[in-house]
């Protein structure tokens, strides 16, 4: 199978529709200043969360900074979101180089796509945003240390999502005792890179954030819950849970613990699970609505 990082973000759209917690985007909805908005998206890969917050009517006028480190992504968002506004009947124009408008007659909101690895982008001192999204990021990131040059990117509010808790559930079980090994070392994998990492980010960022200087204003669980229906999966999820096994065999093979054979075998039945649609896949994780009082610029 062909690993696409775009085609993989495109195909767990669906999976993040249902995973975000509806508690906390109404805690959004609810907090939001007035409109226009100025947004920064750390970690934005090919503008999913963008032209979420569009169809579901979150925002309407807003100037969105759209911040990714890979450059594939930005090439990417540069040709998709003019494609998804047009198909979804907005219009959409180039502006200059790496900026684009998309509107009608009700919503207006113009992007900067600006490639740079996020802490790079923090040192820049772009003017803070009225709000601040890191999705799927934080639990990729060193922490505590990150989370005051994050906040640092907005004046009012942090829209932190799907950040892994320490769960992976793979069914139908294959062998109870090779299922937790392999489970429980791909997590420790996630502890022990050299960028950071936490397989509990979730539940860590409750201390994380207080300790920044924000205030929680919402909190609740943000789970993938992956499953056919009548052998089917939905949209592309197929693809998705295919690339959830590539990270798997990415970060385990070779492992000193693991049994290569086993592990082999191990993909080989989870791989047939998902082409006959019998394999389901929960991962739990958190999402945090945040207002931040007290970043200074010293701790940066």
Do not use: C
Request: no cysteine; glycine share 6%; aromatic share 8%.
């Amino acid at each position: 199978m062909e690993h696409s990082f775009p085609r993989y973000l495109l195909a767990k759209q669906t999976v993040d529709d249902r995973a975000l917690n509806r508690h906390v985007i109404e805690a959004l909805k609810t907090n939001l200043p007035k409109l226009p908005i100025r947004i920064i998206e750390a970690g934005a890969g090919m503008g999913s969360m963008l032209a979420r917050l569009l169809s579901w009517g979150i925002i309407t006028q807003a100037d969105y900074v759209h911040v990714d480190a890979m450059a594939e992504n930005i090439e990417y968002a540069s040709e998709w979101i003019p494609k998804w506004a047009t198909e979804s009947g907005l219009r959409a124009e180039s502006v200059e180089q790496n900026q684009i408008r998309v509107f009608d007659q009700s919503r207006d909101v113009r992007i900067r796509l600006e490639r740079a690895d996020v802490f790079d982008f923090v040192q820049s001192r772009p003017a803070p945003a009225d709000l601040l999204i890191a999705h799927a990021l934080l639990d990729l990131l060193p922490m505590p240390e990150s989370m005051p040059k994050l906040l640092s990117l907005t004046k009012n509010l942090a829209w932190l999502t799907i950040n892994f808790d320490g769960v992976t559930t793979f069914e139908p079980t294959i062998d109870p005792a090779l299922d937790e090994q392999i489970e429980r070392l791909y997590h420790e994998t996630m502890d022990a890179r050299r960028t950071g990492g936490d397989s509990r980010a979730g539940r860590h960022l409750f201390s994380h954030l207080q300790s920044a200087g924000a205030k929680i204003l919402a909190a609740g669980a943000s789970d993938w819950v992956v499953h056919s229906v009548s052998g089917k999966y939905p949209g592309d999820e197929a693809y998705f849970l295919n690339f959830i096994l590539h990270f798997f065999e990415e970060s385990l093979t070779g492992h000193k613990d693991l049994n290569a054979p086993a592990f082999a075998d191990w993909l080989s039945k989870r791989r047939g699970q998902i082409e006959r649609g019998e394999l389901v896949y929960i991962a739990h994780q958190m999402d945090f609505l945040a207002r931040v009082r007290d970043v200074i610029a010293s701790e940066l």
